[in-house]
């Protein structure tokens, strides 16, 4: 077990570069009992800057030993934990991260995973990788985003919403009016139904971890009461 900062850092592997994005939280909640649960990812967390250099460092190199042992081309993702002494590696995923289509949420336009794909199918796109990169880069640090996924043992045929805000330190539904500070949808799943939570950037601190504003007493677990009462009761 090693105390920190669940994350991961991104990169993708042309012929002749290798990106490095930004570090991405892994929003991975603590249960009553010391179960360690894994629940989406979110880009409002800000390392210092010497742990986001050394996080990119570790993507370049990693990138570069892919390319060169298995000729390998398009995402990939480091994860680990952000400790007090750096970051330690746990798993490396030579294929396409979640993560990515989090970090660009707010500009599908560039549609990441068909971009993957291109790259790992060896398409010519002629683009400029270090361009790329930059663009991403800026895009990912100025739009932030990021949520949390709860299951419910009921069964669920409808889609459902409802908003919330954060009062004195505890999450509530939203009253008529009120800017939500947090958005949660429910919707159908095998085992009954699946909550997902999205935090609104505008009401979103940058730079703390979101994992305690999402759970495992917060947001996550609010939302999947509200939503399971629902269907209970109707």
Not at 48 to 53: M, P, V
Not at 61 to 83: A, E, M, N, P, S
Not at 203 to 226: D, H, N, S, W, Y
Request: with cysteine.
């Amino acid at each position: 077990f090693l105390e920190g900062v669940p994350c991961s850092i991104h990169g993708v592997v042309f012929d002749d570069a290798v990106l490095a994005l930004r570090p991405m939280e892994m929003v991975v909640l603590r249960g009553a009992e010391g179960q360690l649960r894994y629940s989406r990812a979110a880009s409002f967390w800000d390392p210092s800057a010497e742990d986001r250099a050394a996080m990119r460092e570790v993507a370049r190199k990693v990138g570069r030993h892919l390319r060169q042992t298995v000729g390998y081309r398009g995402v990939f993702t480091v994860d680990g934990i952000l400790t007090v002494d750096g970051f330690r590696p746990t798993e490396l995923n030579p294929r396409y991260g979640a993560a990515l289509a989090v970090m660009l949420r707010r500009a599908p336009e560039l549609h990441p995973y068909l971009l993957h794909c291109c790259i790992a199918d060896g398409l010519d796109l002629d683009l400029d990788p270090a361009a790329l990169e930059a663009l991403i880069l800026e895009l990912a640090d100025r739009d932030r985003s990021g949520g949390g996924m709860a299951g419910i043992a009921r069964r669920v045929t409808e889609e459902q919403h409802a908003d919330f805000v954060l009062d004195e330190g505890s999450w509530r539904l939203a009253t008529d009016g009120e800017p939500a500070q947090a958005i949660a949808r429910l919707g159908p799943a095998p085992f009954g139904g699946m909550v997902f939570v999205e935090l609104v950037p505008e009401a979103t601190p940058e730079g703390p971890p979101a994992a305690p504003r999402i759970g495992p007493t917060g947001l996550r677990e609010r939302a999947a009461v509200e939503f399971y009462n629902r269907v209970s009761n109707g």
